[in-house]
């Protein structure tokens, strides 16, 4: 009946109608009213449809309303990305979000403007939310508060910009004290212009006691601690080790030297490669990825449990796997001497990096060793010592050729250096290292790709349906603005719509100063990578066909893919559209979680520097220079802030807006963006997520040290630690 209802609501002569004019208009008889309700209720809560004040049913799009989910950022703007995917994002301005929440679907009334006679501009499209259709999440984390007349809970939340109205709690296992951190159940919020109410249902305990930053952020994003006991057994029932039995089928590739790289804390090793030479000119390369959905079926608890979590969530203490451990470090993890189940692609490459012929099949490995990143990079620096030391040396030749050809083909170069943060036995920080995506990371890397690309061509070339990677073209409007921000700190760039002009603008970022700060701006500019099932291709990648199949331990999608590859009608419970969705949304939602994890860490450190009578002093770069202060990026802890011009005590500084630069009125010292400087930190805001700094004064004479060392240009305070982008073969861990 919904596809009857849609269509008349569809048709040209239809005219807004009540229920009771829809049942005549489909000739139901009055029995099926309640049935007819329900449906158009489902309908309405999923926006297709909507119900006007007279309570007549219309097609969303006829009154302009667009269903969607909603992202807000920290400073309370909302984007909708539309279910449509042929429409655009839509801006909603902060006091036209209503009670709407960061990732809730909701229904927007867009903006419709008359063009009259002027030309056509590139503008945001805006729009209003009028309903909320679903609530991501009802359950927010924050800090009890006492007010005058009444309790309140500030959420952890930055972009939630309200406090929560609560009443004391009562049975929620142990007292509530002010200060403590708790979980917040939300109760219904008509109006933004009131604060919302709210039920303490869980008490975490004080900030400062051990483990409760780490478990606030489980509850934040509603991440699973423990796998459900029915999951477990199903994992366990699995056994051990393979079977004799089941090699049936299988190449047997025990005897080749098939390795693993991986970093070194890694424990769920999901891919193996092994390189032979054929002739001359001619590699057979095999890429090894684990075989999960030989041991992880269709319909089973175990399945259920995977999609639900989509992924495995990687926290700066912990990981929250996607599949139990007996699994994801054992029976599926490609450990070294021991027999282990595969999928496999088989490529033969040319000595230039050409892929010539590929082939798929189900293998079964014995790999002959593990190695580290870092390892591989000390081998690669030396002579090779034996056959697979000298095989990873033709690897990373192999792989530069198929890197440069890769990017002779338009892919971006959109890598950062990451910061991985070492934490001792009470969980604090003890390190934080630059993790640098250096030539053992891209032995690997480049593989992968391969395989993902060979995979979505040949489910594109046999119209299989399956999950896809895609990553859509920029919006022209969003690479314009970017290019404007590029050229005001007079670094040259041309039309961007053009792939060779981004990619000669992200090599001059490469070779200057601010080229970092704006590399990161180019990442906001661009669509956020997804999963779905129309092959749309791959933006950053330049990619036609690309998927996801190298990681299934750890990304359902992966999984997904598997089956549709190797399992022909691969028996999938859920519509592949509805998973692609979701596991879109796990993946946010835990790139959100991983982020946080180390914010809760990393302000903890900062916090306890500032109590240091010998504060710690960082390298720095001046980013960014406005009238009250400049930006600087601190590469030591991965992140940036603000050194206020009040804390710079050696000369009163006025800001040159000509030439973008403070200058000392008496000193005539200039701090220009690109100087090099040593701050230490001053102010820590965890809630507002900005850390302030001062300049290390110099040998006990109360002056500032002075800037040096310009090179150029730099942006704003945004981190390549801040932001996630990735998107390769083989996103990097961070656990």
């Not at 959905?293 to 089973?300: A, L």
Request: with cysteine; proline share 6%; hydrophobic share 35%.
């Amino acid at each position: 009946m919904e596809e009857q209802i849609l269509r008349l609501l569809g048709r040209q002569d239809y005219a807004p109608a009540t229920m009771p004019e829809l049942l005549r208009h489909l000739r139901l008889p009055p029995t099926r009213q309640q049935e007819l309700q329900r449906i158009l209720h489902g309908l309405e809560l999923s926006g297709r449809i909507a119900r006007t004040k007279a309570n007549r049913y219309i097609q969303s799009r006829e009154a302009d309303l667009i269903p969607g989910r909603i992202r807000i950022n920290r400073q309370g703007k909302g984007f909708l990305q539309p279910d449509d995917l042929g429409l655009k994002e839509i801006m909603i301005p902060e006091n036209a979000t209503s009670t709407a929440l960061h990732e809730d679907r909701v229904l927007v009334r867009r903006d419709v403007k008359p063009k009259g006679l002027r030309p056509e501009r590139l503008e945001q499209e805006t729009g209003a939310v009028i309903r909320i259709l679903e609530r991501k999440r009802t359950q927010l984390v924050g800090t009890l508060q006492q007010g005058r007349e009444f309790q309140y809970v500030i959420p952890d939340d930055p972009r939630m910009p309200h406090d929560i109205y609560v009443p004391p709690p009562r049975d929620v296992g142990r007292p509530a004290r002010i200060g403590d951190k708790v979980v917040v159940e939300l109760r219904e919020w008509e109006s933004r212009r009131t604060n919302p109410e709210g039920e303490i249902v869980e008490v975490l305990g004080s900030p400062d006691e051990e483990g409760v930053d780490m478990l606030s952020v489980l509850r934040q994003y509603n991440l699973p601690l423990h796998f459900p006991k029915n999951v477990l057994q199903e994992a366990r029932a699995i056994g051990t080790s393979v079977q004799p039995r089941e090699l049936a089928g299988r190449e047997d590739c025990r005897r080749h030297a098939v390795v693993t790289i991986d970093p070194d804390d890694a424990k769920d090793f999901d891919d193996a490669i092994c390189l032979q030479r054929v002739s001359n000119d001619q590699w057979k390369l095999w890429v090894h990825i684990a075989d999960v959905s030989h041991y992880v079926r269709p319909g089973t608890t175990l399945d259920d449990e995977a999609r639900k979590r989509g992924n495995s969530t990687y926290l700066v203490d912990r990981v929250i796997p996607m599949l139990p451990e007996a699994l994801s470090n054992e029976l599926c993890s490609l450990k070294p001497n021991v027999d282990r189940l595969t999928k496999c692609v088989e490529f033969l490459v040319s000595n230039d990096g050409q892929v010539l012929k590929t082939r798929f099949y189900p293998a079964a490995i014995h790999s002959q060793r593990r190695f580290t990143y870092k390892e591989v990079l000390a081998i690669l620096q030396r002579q090779p010592g034996d056959r697979i030391e000298q095989m990873l040396h033709d690897a990373n030749a192999l792989t530069q050729r198929i890197r440069r050809l890769r990017f002779k083909a338009g892919s971006l170069d959109l890598d950062f250096p990451e910061m991985k943060i070492r934490l001792d036995e009470r969980g604090r920080i003890s390190g934080i290292e630059r993790v640098e995506n250096d030539v053992s990371h891209q032995l690997i890397e480049e593989f992968m790709l391969l395989a993902n690309e060979a995979v979505a061509g040949r489910l594109m070339s046999q119209n299989v349906k399956a999950i896809y990677r895609v990553h859509e073209e920029p919006d022209e409007r969003r690479l314009q603005d970017y290019r404007e921000e590029v050229l005001s700190h007079h670094v040259p760039c041309g039309n961007l719509t053009r792939r060779p002009e981004v990619q000669k603008l992200l090599h001059k970022l490469g070779t200057i100063a601010i080229g970092a700060a704006l590399k990161i701006g180019f990442l906001r500019s661009l669509m956020r990578a997804r999963y779905a099932m129309e092959p749309l291709g791959h933006y950053g990648l330049a990619k036609a066909k690309y998927t996801h199949f190298t990681s299934p331990i750890r990304r359902y999608a992966d999984l997904v893919v598997h089956r549709a590859l190797f399992q022909a009608g691969h028996g999938a419970v859920h519509s592949l559209k509805q998973t692609a969705q979701h596991i879109s949304d796990t993946e946010r939602n835990s790139a959100d979680a991983e982020r946080d994890s180390k914010d809760v860490k990393l302000y903890a450190f900062l916090k306890a520097q500032l109590r240091s009578p010998k504060p710690t002093p960082y390298p720095a770069l001046v980013i960014d220079v406005r009238n009250f202060g400049f930006f600087v990026d601190v590469p030591g802890l991965a992140m940036s802030g603000l050194v206020h011009l009040s804390s710079v005590e050696d000369d009163f500084y006025v800001f040159d807006i000509q030439r973008n630069q403070l200058v000392g009125r008496r000193s005539r010292r200039v701090i220009r963006l690109g100087d090099k400087v040593q701050v230490q930190v001053v102010k820590v805001d965890s809630f507002k997520k900005q850390v302030d700094f001062r300049l290390v004064r110099e040998g006990g004479d109360g002056t500032a040290r002075s800037p040096r060392g310009r090179e150029s240009d730099r942006k704003q305070q945004w981190t390549p630690a801040s932001h996630q982008h990735r998107d390769s073969g083989r996103n990097r861990r961070r656990q």
